[in-house]
């Protein structure tokens, strides 16, 4: 069985300005200790996937369809008390800025220990022991457990998340831009962390971030989002190496290479499109420069081109031309 | 750490407190009609009385005496002598003390519950008409004119109900068998200026408790709470109050040093004897010494309130402790 299965999920937001489709038919799924990349532009859905998948979408979002399997169980039909107790036991997050994440007023202590009284049944002391020793393991000196979160740097902070997020042993922690706010050095440090981490555990491991080059070291996968889709899905080689589809492209020509000639990376001309208002046919259509009439009135469906490889272009590469 | 901040905080509280009392000095000297133009208004009072009277009130002496024995009475706790009372300043004030912070003293407490949980609510049931309710509740009873809202409040209850008395703290010319036929007819005497003044005070404690609650709710941490595994309850009680709690607790000190000062519109609609309506009569009978010693007992409470608040807020909030 698969750790995680993702169907053709659907998120929308009811906004004052209607019906906004933030993930529209979104499917992967994952393996035990397997790292997911998912990366795209602000505002392409990846937060609202990952929220989602842990069922802490706001009151104005919703999941209107398809499946979240968790070893074959299905987690968007499921009724919130039953969710609660899946939640940081099976499902944990690491949220976009830590730096807020964390409770002024409560030892950071206190807070990773809560989960675990919480989930494991044990005695407070149990939970402690467990607290300093997954402190210890994101390289915080247990004894720093009994200060508040503002006497802890960013990169502590978000080790401290992180710690918070592995307290229950959890099957999936999903990473949404745990590193974004931290420098290259404690980034990496992280990062690494977190790999060695999910290999020891067997953990499945999604990775959320705007910065494509830093999925090529740690995931397995890399899932391309535009405007709620996932445009683009395969492993690493596959997205790097036989990229398929023009939006990859793009963002892969948005980074520079170190090694490669020196050059001013291209940056992707026009801006994604209103979420609000979609228009028919492919969303990348406007900023693509591969398009074709068809591309205006037909919206692409994802399409197997390798063996885990998928891309919904009409004129993705490697593939077939249209169907 | 904490023993410097302090020592610091009460430093700065008593370097308030000394400005506070120059200023309240100064104030009584510039304001019009020195206590000898009182005395000077009876056709009685001969030239030698009022020499006399000056020299009794110091007023002959240089400003900077008049200063010094002012601060070395007030240390002896001598705030002088009232015009109109024709006694010591402290034992007139000593008299209306209780009354006033009994008063409101309970309508403080009942409205800082009664707040909390109205604000609680409505920031649980954000957007709801329960929320559009309670909002409006608060509005309405925030910007009442308080003495307004007591007359209603004493139509209904005395003038048509017959529930309560109309005014003072005791009846008139009443016996008391027992002490405890005595104290119910306080209390009876007691709820309707309680009422009154509960109501006027609710609505800010609702009001902030709601607009904090609400911003709190929707900070990270608290979605941090939720991904953990917690109910709502838990929630509201371990992470979402705690936080919430801290502007409320500077509130909830503010107004406790006002207590002091009681509240000249209740007393005066309910003639309830504190310091209030104290205030009240001596500017009516243009009583400085009075005026001054009620003056200074309301804003030493409101000093020594903002301390205990500085305070308190360091051991509640730990951002605050260094
Ligand atoms: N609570 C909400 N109400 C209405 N719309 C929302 C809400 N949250 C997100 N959206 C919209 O849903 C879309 C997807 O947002 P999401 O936060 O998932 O993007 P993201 O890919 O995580 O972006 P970023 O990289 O900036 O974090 C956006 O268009 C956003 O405006
Ligand atoms: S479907 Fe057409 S417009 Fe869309 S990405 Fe492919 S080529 Fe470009
Ligand atoms: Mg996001």
């Not at chain 1, 799924?29 to 069922?55: F, N, P, Q």
């Not at chain 2, 009685?44 to 200063?67: C, H, N, S």
């Not at chain 2, 109900?161 to 003072?168: D, K, M, Q, R, W």
């Amino acid at each position: 069985m698969k750790l995680l299965e993702v169907e053709n999920l659907n998120t929308y937001f009811n906004t004052s300005k209607g019906q906004l489709k933030a993930v529209n038919g979104v499917s992967f799924d994952l393996e035990y200790g397997e790292a997911l990349g998912m990366v795209g532009e602000s505002g392409c859905g990846k937060t609202t996937c990952a929220l989602s998948i842990a069922k802490l979408l706001p009151k104005e979002g919703e999941i209107t369809g398809g499946r979240i399997l968790l070893e074959g169980v299905d987690l968007a039909s499921m009724p919130e008390s039953e969710i609660r107790k899946k939640r940081w036991k099976d499902v944990s997050v690491i949220f976009q800025g830590a730096m807020n994440a964390l409770n002024p007023v409560m030892k950071v202590g206190d807070q990773i220990s809560e989960a675990i009284v919480l989930h494991e049944k044990g005695s407070k002391e149990a939970a402690k022991r467990r607290t300093g020793e997954i402190l210890e393991l994101v390289e915080i000196p247990a004894a720093r457990g009994s200060n508040y979160p503002h006497e802890f740097s960013g990169g502590m902070k978000q080790r401290a998340m992180i710690a918070m997020a592995l307290a229950c042993n959890p099957k999936i922690v999903i990473g949404d831009e745990p590193t974004t706010a931290l420098d290259v050095m404690v980034q990496a440090q992280i990062l690494n962390l977190l790999e060695k981490i999910r290999k020891e555990f067997k953990m499945g491991f999604i990775l959320i971030t705007h910065d494509l080059s830093i999925l090529g070291e740690t995931c397995d996968k890399i899932a391309v989002m535009y405007a709620g889709k996932i445009v683009e899905l395969g492993t690493v080689e596959d997205i790097f190496e036989r990229t398929a589809h023009p939006y990859t492209q793009r963002l892969i020509a948005c980074f520079p290479n170190i090694r490669g000639e020196k050059r001013i990376p291209e940056g992707i001309s026009g801006s994604p499109p209103n979420m609000l208002a979609l228009a028919p046919g492919c969303s990348f259509a406007p900023r693509c420069d591969r398009k074709q009439a068809c591309c205006e009135t037909l919206e692409p469906v994802g399409k197997q081109i390798g063996e885990k490889h998928f891309a919904a272009c009409h004129f993705a590469l490697g593939g077939g031309a249209i169907e | 750490m904490k023993k410097r901040s302090l020592i610091q905080k009460s430093i700065y509280a008593v370097i308030t407190i000394f400005a506070v009392l120059v200023f309240n000095y100064l104030l009584f000297r510039v304001l019009p009609g020195d206590p000898l133009s009182m005395m000077m208004r009876n056709p009685k009072a001969t030239p030698e009385m009022i020499e006399g009277m000056r020299q009794l009130f110091g007023l002959d002496q240089p400003w900077y005496v008049q200063l010094y024995l002012y601060f070395k009475n007030l240390l002896a706790g001598d705030l002088g002598m009232s015009f109109y009372f024709k006694q010591p300043v402290s034992s007139v004030i000593g008299a209306r003390i209780m009354p006033t912070i009994i008063m409101v003293g309970l309508a403080e407490v009942v409205a800082i519950f009664a707040g909390i949980i109205i604000g609680l609510i409505a920031a649980w049931k954000r957007g709801t008409r329960i929320d559009v309710a309670t909002l409006g509740f608060s509005l309405v009873t925030y910007s009442m004119p308080t003495f307004w809202l007591g007359m209603v409040i004493v139509v209904v209850f005395s003038v048509n109900l017959h529930l309560f008395p109309t005014s003072g703290i005791l009846t008139p010319g009443m016996t008391y068998q027992t002490t405890g036929a005595m104290v119910a007819d306080y209390i009876r005497h007691l709820i309707l200026p309680t009422l009154t003044m509960s109501i006027v005070l609710i609505g800010e404690y609702a009001l902030t408790m709601r607009n904090t609650l609400t911003d709190v709710l929707s900070e990270d941490y608290i979605t941090t709470a939720k991904a953990k595994g917690f109910d709502n309850k838990y929630i509201l009680r371990k992470h979402a109050l705690p936080n919430a709690m801290l502007p409320m607790v500077t509130l909830i000190a503010i107004n406790l040093g006002l207590v002091v000062g009681g509240t000249v519109q209740v007393e005066t609609v309910f003639s309830w004897p504190g310091l209030g309506s104290l205030m009240y009569e001596a500017l009516r009978a243009r009583d400085y010494p009075l005026l001054q010693g009620v003056f200074l007992l309301v804003t030493v409470s409101v000093v020594v309130a903002n301390f205990i608040a500085d305070i308190t807020y360091s051991y509640i909030d730990p951002r605050v402790k260094e």
